[in-house]
């Protein structure tokens, strides 16, 4: 009887020093895998880009490991609800109406929803988009976008959700829709590492910025994540990842 005791003693004496910071806490983030360069796979299927860099960085300063979801974009509030993932952390837009349903960090990248067209498209202005199919892709802020900017968007033809924006541009491509609207840091992306018949238009539908997505409750966690944040962009560690995606030091500095 003694000797079960002690090993219950001594189990529970683990248990208490874990508890006490030795152990780790794992942290899902769930991500689009197609969204470069935010996150994407590569030539060999590993999981990189931006905001890939930017979270392992982060969790290096939180002391915690992370592991990343592949989620279907459309359904990441209910994967966030859920619990299947605990951050949103793939090019995400702040919104009014997201800020109602998950916690969001201080702002980090700025971005615009822009409208890319085939070269020889004749389209050279969100007027001439009138009676034309557009793509976008589901539940992304460039929705939000496009219902935003009522005359535009009564004045369309149709529009055509996707998956991802990668399969809206093999459809435009082919000339089954006219135009695509998504981000401008991954449609610049996208045509500086692809040959295109493509061009981005002048005309677009507004600015905004990106976040990353927490539950309301994980207050915790949404302060944690912005202390690392903070601590990358004062030793430059954001900046260096920046530099690497983009080529020049993109990051907001809060």
Same mark, same amino acid.
């Given at each position: 009887?003694?000797? $079960?005791?002690?090993?219950?003693?001594?189990?529970?004496?683990?248990?208490?020093?874990?508890?006490?910071g030795?152990?780790?806490?794992?942290?899902?983030?769930?991500?689009?895998?197609?969204?470069?360069? %935010?996150?994407?796979?590569?030539?060999?299927?590993?999981?990189?880009?931006?905001?890939?860099?930017?979270?392992?960085?982060?969790?290096?300063?939180?002391?915690?490991?992370?592991?990343?979801?592949?989620?279907?974009?459309?359904?990441?509030?209910? +994967?966030? &609800?859920?619990?299947?993932?605990? %951050?949103?952390?793939?090019?995400?837009?702040?919104?009014?109406?997201?800020? +109602?349903?998950?916690?969001?960090?201080?702002p980090?990248?700025?971005?615009?929803? $822009?409208?890319?067209?085939?070269n020889?498209?004749?389209? &050279?202005?969100?007027? @001439?988009?009138?009676?034309?199919?557009?793509?976008?892709?589901?539940?992304?802020?460039?929705?939000?976008?496009?219902?935003?900017?009522?005359?535009?968007? +009564? &004045?369309?033809?149709?529009?055509?959700?996707?998956? @991802?924006?990668?399969?809206?541009?093999?459809?435009?491509?082919?000339?089954?829709?006219?135009?695509?609207?998504?981000?401008?840091?991954? #449609?610049?992306?996208?045509l500086?590492?692809? +040959?295109?018949?493509?061009?981005i238009?002048?005309?677009?539908?507004?600015?905004?910025?990106?976040?990353?997505?927490?539950?309301?409750?994980?207050?915790?966690?949404?302060?944690?994540?912005?202390?690392?944040?903070?601590?990358?962009?004062?030793?430059?560690? #954001? #900046?260096?990842? &920046?530099?690497?995606?983009?080529?020049?030091?993109?990051?907001?500095?809060?």
């Amino acid at each position: 009887m003694k000797k $079960i005791l002690k090993l219950i003693l001594a189990a529970t004496l683990l248990v208490s020093l874990a508890g006490c910071g030795g152990a780790k806490a794992t942290v899902t983030v769930g991500l689009d895998e197609n969204f470069p360069p %935010m996150g994407f796979r590569d030539d060999k299927g590993n999981l990189t880009g931006f905001d890939i860099d930017m979270a392992n960085e982060a969790a290096k300063k939180m002391g915690t490991t992370i592991t990343f979801q592949p989620i279907a974009w459309s359904a990441k509030e209910l +994967e966030l &609800s859920s619990k299947k993932v605990d %951050m949103l952390w793939n090019g995400l837009t702040i919104t009014d109406e997201r800020k +109602e349903k998950m916690l969001f960090s201080a702002p980090y990248l700025k971005n615009k929803q $822009i409208i890319v067209v085939k070269n020889d498209s004749g389209i &050279s202005t969100k007027a @001439d988009l009138a009676g034309k199919t557009i793509g976008i892709q589901k539940e992304s802020s460039a929705v939000d976008a496009v219902n935003s900017d009522t005359s535009t968007k +009564e &004045s369309l033809g149709d529009i055509v959700e996707y998956d @991802d924006n990668i399969m809206a541009f093999q459809d435009l491509q082919i000339g089954r829709i006219s135009a695509v609207v998504l981000d401008e840091i991954v #449609a610049r992306y996208y045509l500086a590492h692809n +040959e295109t018949p493509f061009t981005i238009l002048e005309d677009n539908f507004g600015d905004e910025e990106y976040g990353v997505g927490m539950r309301l409750d994980d207050t915790e966690l949404q302060a944690k994540l912005q202390k690392a944040l903070d601590e990358m962009n004062a030793d430059g560690t #954001a #900046a260096a990842i &920046s530099k690497k995606w983009f080529g020049e030091d993109i990051v907001i500095k809060n």
